[in-house]
């Protein structure tokens, strides 16, 4: 049981996905019968095969009905009978997005998308504050991705408005700080938003940059030039330091087990400072059983170049490499078009393999000194590990990789980061004193830690 006078600091919080049932219901009202449920629900039956009761649940709380609110708890939450794939946690989040007014903003629904989205913004972040001090958090870093088609005029706004709430709230041991999310296709026009607010009134409650959604199709080897113009920016402005958060390795649908590993090892190479669940580093391969995957002919043949240059490093943990094969292969499909699909069949001589990749890339990883984030809730239920000990947070811990432990969407799973800590040190069966161990890492690993905005 974790001293409840030790102060901590979640580090992987998104701030929608901080929001409760109860409180989302609440903010719902009386508009909630007049909300169109359509995309909420076209998204969950594609996902669960049976359109979900949202419309008659809410009639029923409309209409004084006590039950309601718990059924309704039940839609919302992502549980552990929900697990398996990332496309059901997206379909249960866009239970939230659908009923919200940053839903309807995005989709053009009001002239001025401000004052409305920003009342929203301001109930939810006054109640997850409130919810964040109860629980004992003295340092709280929440991750914001707009999406849709939002002017910068509009983010610039919303963003300052959540900044000064950010600013009123730090105090009395309490911080908050705010990691906007960047699109994934195109990062660079929001990254100057961010630049501009870094150097803003509040700037420094502007810590970081995050990329986070749907990873499938956007491969860390297109940021290559973001992240270096990431870095430099942090050398010339050290004082406003910005730090890059970057999902990875979280799903991988799209590609060979070798190639998750590889984004995986290639994001911390680049230069994130902290990744995002990177469950593809370390769960064990095992898991999946024999198998077959498909990746593009321009994935295989990025996989083959990662191969040739880490050739020695790879045979040194015991993977064959055939320099001379991998040559030919190359050869072979430079004739094909880059989006033609590979086959990859799995059978345990080659599960055996992937792990010794994942050993190699997390001696790699551990050396850029980068942080892996664990939510273990968020983990097995988007990841779909049965298994609590096939979780990677064992074999990080054999490895020496650094991670923190946070809860990713704390509203959404119905959890806590004490229950996730909690978790971490039953399952992975700690000593005594490992999980203030833990909190204490999670405090050097504040992202102006990870930039050297401020000194240990």
């Not at 070798?258 to 902290?274: D, I, K, L, P, Y």
């Not at 078009?337 to 990859?344: L, S, Y």
């Amino acid at each position: 049981m974790i001293d409840p006078r030790l102060k901590l600091a979640e580090l992987h919080l998104h701030l929608y996905g901080t929001i409760r049932a109860d409180d989302y219901l609440e903010r719902l009202g009386a508009r909630a019968g007049a909300i169109d449920w359509a995309f909420y629900e076209k998204t969950y039956e594609r996902a669960y095969g049976a359109r979900p009761p949202v419309r008659d649940i809410l009639q029923r709380h409309l209409a004084g009905d006590a039950d309601a609110a718990s059924a309704f708890r039940d839609l919302f939450v992502f549980g552990d009978a929900d697990a398996g794939n990332f496309q059901r946690f997206q379909a249960k989040f866009n239970l939230l997005i659908n009923g919200s007014e940053l839903m309807n903003a995005a989709a053009g629904l009001h002239a001025d998308p401000v004052p409305p989205v920003a009342e929203e913004i301001d109930f939810f972040v006054t109640r997850m504050l409130e919810d964040q001090r109860r629980q004992g958090i003295g340092y709280a870093e929440q991750r914001m991705l707009f999406g849709g088609n939002f002017p910068i005029e509009v983010m610039r706004r919303l963003s300052s408005s959540i900044l000064e709430r950010y600013a009123a709230a730090t105090r009395d041991g309490f911080t908050a700080r705010l990691a906007l999310g960047l699109p994934r296709a195109d990062p660079w026009p929001c990254f100057e938003l961010v630049k501009e607010l870094a150097l803003g009134p509040y700037g420094e409650f502007v810590t970081g940059v995050d990329f986070c959604n749907v990873e499938e199709g956007f491969p860390p080897k297109h940021k290559r030039e973001f992240f270096a113009a990431a870095h430099d920016w942090n050398e010339r402005h050290p004082e406003r330091a910005l730090a890059i958060l970057y999902h990875v390795g979280e799903s991988f649908t799209d590609k060979s087990l070798e190639s998750a590993v590889r984004w995986v090892h290639e994001a911390a190479e680049f230069g994130a400072h902290r990744l995002g669940h990177a469950i593809a580093l370390g769960i064990d391969p095992e898991v999946y059983g024999a198998h077959e995957r498909h990746e593009s002919v321009e994935e295989r043949l990025d996989q083959i170049e990662y191969d040739l240059s880490h050739a020695d490093g790879l045979r040194s943990r015991g993977v064959r490499v055939d320099a001379n094969a991998l040559q030919t292969e190359r050869a072979e499909l430079r004739e094909r078009a880059p989006t033609e699909r590979v086959v990859h069949r799995y059978d345990d001589a080659r599960a055996i393999e992937v792990r010794a990749r994942q050993d190699y890339a997390m001696t790699c990883v551990r050396r850029t000194r980068a942080v892996v984030e664990v939510c273990p809730t968020s983990n097995l239920r988007i990841g779909g590990i049965a298994d609590p000990q096939h979780h990677p947070v064992h074999r990080f811990l054999d490895a020496g990789v650094p991670f923190v432990v946070a809860s990713d969407d704390p509203g959404i799973f119905d959890t806590t980061v004490r229950n996730e800590l909690d978790w971490v040190t039953r399952e992975a069966g700690l000593e005594a004193g490992a999980v203030e161990d833990l909190i204490a890492r999670a405090w050097r690993s504040r992202s102006e830690i990870l930039t050297g905005r401020e000194r240990l």
